[in-house]
């Protein structure tokens, strides 16, 4: 039982940790390596790019954020060889996280 509990516990801390990089390797991506800022207004990271639609009130899912980073949209350029699909799945998971909670 006691195995049980600590196991439980081992995985929930190690769920809450990735939650958490995943969060911050997003946010780093946002801010510094694809300056997603620059263009987008994103009220969690401080940014007031007006050329691009504001995040907060498109409230974009997951699939339609990692489309658009890949693949590019209209202005908006490709980032598929600027950043790993590690970034860019970080990056959609925290534009979601912080748009649709
Ligand atoms: C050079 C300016 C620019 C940069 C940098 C930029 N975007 Fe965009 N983005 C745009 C524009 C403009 C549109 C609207 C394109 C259209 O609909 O024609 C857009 C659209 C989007 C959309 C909506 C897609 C849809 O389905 O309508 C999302 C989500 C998005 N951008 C996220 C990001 C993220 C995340 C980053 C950083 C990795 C980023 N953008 C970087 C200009 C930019």
Redesign the pocket.
């Known amino acids: 039982m006691k195995k049980v509990l600590l196991t439980f516990i081992f995985l929930l801390i190690t769920k809450i940790s990735y939650a958490d990089f995943k969060m911050e390797l997003g946010l780093s ?2 801010k510094e390596k ?3 800022g ?3 207004t994103l009220q969690a990271a401080k940014s007031e ?1 007006q ?3 504001n ?1 907060n009130l ?1 409230k ?1 899912q997951i699939s ?2 990692i ?3 890949a693949n590019g ?5 490709s ?1 598929e060889s600027v ?1 790993t699909s590690e970034e860019i799945e970080a ?2 998971y925290y ?1 979601f996280k912080s748009t649709n909670e």
């Open positions: 991506v946002f694809a300056m997603c620059t263009c987008h790019g050329i691009g639609p995040l498109l974009p339609q954020i489309y658009a980073v949209i209209g202005v908006m350029p980032f950043l990056v959609a534009v």
